[in-house]
């Protein structure tokens, strides 16, 4: 069946340096993306979301960007902090409001 | 905004028991609430959707009369497992649906469940 696949499950990074997270789908009809972070035992917190139309979108030391020719999303993350350790999850909207969740991928930031 | 709970947040029964989850959108009306599961170091499987007076819709091989889900409210969506077994311990989000431009989904806490 169609999924949304993440080609990393780990990414250790240094504290400063910038992380890059990305992420594969595969339905051609989905048109709205949103990334997740998930901490320790915590529900996931929503980060950025970006839909169809756009192929880049900017937040807070945070960028996503969409390739639709090659079905690609990721989430690019500036000076990576302590605190951005944790799982993210890319997610897909099938335009039936249901969202499909990537396997995920664990930043480990270290000093 | 858009804050989402759960109660309880952790929960310990023995099996054949069963277990109410809670949902509350505490900021805002969520006339759709979705419930996921999630075990460990894996990633977020959508059990069921939870439209507010109508019947909840669930995705396939998700036992509808195990997992009994009941949207009374704009603000309020239940989960009951019932006749808990120990393959049920698991950690159950869910999430409201919320137009606000976007289709953006807020996720609750989480509850974990373990069934002795």
């Known amino acids: 069946g169609e999924s949304v696949g993440l080609h990393l499950p780990t990414l250790s990074v240094q504290e400063g340096d910038n992380s890059i997270i990305n992420c594969a789908y595969s339905?051609?009809?989905?048109?709205?993306f949103i990334w997740y972070k998930q901490e320790s035992g915590k529900g996931p917190q929503f980060i950025i979301d970006i839909r169809s139309n756009m192929d880049k979108r900017q937040g807070q030391r945070v960028t996503v960007l969409l390739n639709k020719t090659v079905k690609h999303l990721s989430l690019q993350i500036a000076a990576t902090q302590p605190g951005d350790s944790a799982v993210y999850f890319c997610?897909?909207?099938?335009?039936?409001?249901?969202?499909?969740f990537g396997t995920g991928t664990r930043l480990q930031v270290f000093p | 905004g858009a804050v989402v709970s759960q109660h309880p947040s952790r929960v310990i029964c023995k099996s054949g028991t069963s277990v109410k989850i809670e949902c509350r959108s505490l900021?805002?009306?969520?006339?759709?609430m979705f419930w996921y599961r999630q075990f460990p170091k894996q990633s977020l499987m959508l059990m069921a959707t939870?439209?507010?007076?109508?019947?909840?819709?669930?995705e396939q091989g998700v036992e509808k009369d195990k997992f009994l889900i009941n949207h009374a409210s704009l603000t309020l969506s239940t989960l009951t497992v019932t006749s808990a077994h120990p393959e049920d311990s698991s950690f159950y989000i869910c999430?409201?649906?919320?137009?606000?431009?976007?289709?953006?989904?807020?996720f609750g806490p989480g509850t974990r469940l373990t069934v002795l």
């Open positions: 997610a897909e909207n099938i335009g039936t409001d249901k969202l499909i």
């Open positions: 900021d805002f009306q969520a006339t759709t």
């Open positions: 939870s439209n507010e007076g109508s019947k909840a819709t669930y």
């Open positions: 999430s409201a649906h919320i137009l606000a431009g976007v289709d953006t989904q807020y």
């Open positions: 339905n051609s009809a989905s048109d709205y």
